[in-house]
């Protein structure tokens, strides 16, 4: 593992007058109706780790049970999915009307290191932390050269830089968060224990049924009814 990457919502504090968020319950508030990027979890996974979060959460561990909630989801951002992981949280962060975005926390975390009007969420409900790989290729010829590399990158300078430079989560457990780290220690995470076979097989299946939702409740944006 080289990272660790927990789904997290991003709130832009200019934008948003409500109450304050702490869940996937709060996205549901009809002030919010059409103002909360999601991504494609057919091609982000920040989307699919939200995706999976939301039918664990809500579905009370049980992922067929949280459909329910995704649906009343897919509704509230009436059907519209955005197709670039970058597009979702900038357009929370940047000028636009969109006032909550669903990304990872290295993203939320990042603006609000660097003072941006922005509140990193972690929901109350639960949530998955998915990690990045890192793997060496079967029979490369270079294996020396690559295991190096690999102990560098799990090693503790690369990896307190990955956190205090990058706001990433360190994988190491004998590196803290750097002191005033916008990351919140994860043993006070409302973690899920996903069952990742099931995650992984699933999501084809899982992916297709999300975009089926989205589809029911799309709304034309404005300059499609101009024709």
Known sequence: ????????????????????????????????????????????????????SMLYAMGGGNPEAGWDYVEAFCAQIEGNIIGSSTEVYKSVADPGHMEVALTFEEVAAKYVAEGAPVDLVYPREGLVSDQDGIYIIKGTPKREQAEKLLDFLTGPIAQQMLSEELYRRPVRMDLPLPPMSPLEPKEGLPLIQQDRALVSNARRDWVQRFHQLCRKYRQPKEHENEN
Request: charged fraction near 15%.
């Open 1 to 52: 593992m080289f990272s660790d990457l927990p789904a997290v919502l991003m709130v832009n504090l200019d934008k948003y007058q409500g109450p304050p968020l702490t869940g996937y319950g709060d996205l549901l508030a009809p002030e919010l109706k059409g103002r909360i990027a999601m991504g494609d979890p057919g091609k982000s996974s920040a989307a699919y780790a939200h995706l999976v």
